[in-house]
């Protein structure tokens, strides 16, 4: 079947900095929400799944803005807004959740691969600290973030950020409204590991945990971009918003620079 994708997204070169990209949800400038209603099951293209999210409209939950990417990142022109709230509940669920998901054609779960994000919440519409938040998670759940008073935890809340590997954290930090948060997942599927790389703002990437072992494997298309809030025996309807950009896979070795894969190629 003929491969196809949204024009909208930056093409992949040849070569790039550092490892090959595999798959890329990087954003230039001629990206609209419209573009996602564009993907469905009988028309399934390249590079983003969009069915995971509540009744209302798509631009309830996802928003594409300049202003909404790391201004370190320059491969993107624009980063996304994934917002949840009490119209967010998909298939008949109690959770909110609002998720894109790689749409590919490529192996993205052998060897040694990177999965790169950044991550940022403000003041407007923040996640609420007392429901578990699940974020860029595979459906397995080996390894992912986490936001929030844990599920069956007997605090109020919890303000925490946390790096989780099959339901242990591995990393936390204290959540900042404005702070833009780095991220790549070092996963080695041959070796059946995870570690992390992190950092904050403009800085580039350093490893701060390595080596944890994980039962790592995908199909390529369940890796969950977006947020998923357990309800945690309580409701909330105000709206979070959750900012990304600088999202791509790719081989070893690493892009550290936070520019991203295509610096300066943003259009």
């Known amino acids: 079947m003929m491969r196809k994708h949204f024009a909208w997204m930056i093409s992949l070169p040849v070569a790039v900095q550092c490892g090959d990209v595999l798959w890329s949800g990087i954003f230039n400038s001629s990206a609209s929400v419209a573009n996602f209603d564009e993907w469905s099951w009988s028309n399934q293209i390249a590079p983003w799944q969009w069915y995971i999210h509540g009744t209302g409209n798509t631009s309830d939950y996802l928003g594409l803005s300049s202003d909404f990417k790391n201004p370190a990142d320059t491969s993107d022109a624009q980063g996304i807004r994934i917002s ?7 298939n008949g669920q109690t959770m909110e959740r609002s998720e894109i998901i790689p749409q590919t054609s490529e192996n993205l779960g052998s060897g040694r691969l990177f999965y790169h994000f950044s991550l940022m919440t403000n003041n407007i519409n923040p996640p609420n600290p007392k429901f578990e938040h699940q974020i860029a998670f595979f459906e397995s759940h080996f390894t992912e973030l986490k936001y929030g008073l844990l599920s069956g935890d007997s605090a109020s809340e919890d303000n925490t950020l946390r790096w989780c590997v099959s339901g242990t954290t591995e990393w936390s930090t204290q959540l900042e409204a404005g702070n833009w948060y780095n991220f790549a997942y070092d996963i080695d599927f041959d070796a059946q590991s995870v570690s992390l790389w992190a950092s904050n703002g403009s ?64 259009e």
């Open 84 to 90: 949840i709230d009490g119209t967010s509940f998909w």
């Open 203 to 266: 800085d580039p990437l350093t490893a701060v945990v390595t080596g944890v072992s994980a039962s790592t494997s995908t199909n390529s298309a369940d890796w969950h971009v977006g947020e998923l809030r357990l309800d945690n025996g309580g409701t909330d309807s105000a709206a979070e918003d959750w900012f990304w950009s600088g999202i791509f896979v790719e081989n070893a070795p690493i892009t550290a620079t936070i520019a991203g894969p295509f610096a300066g190629q943003s």
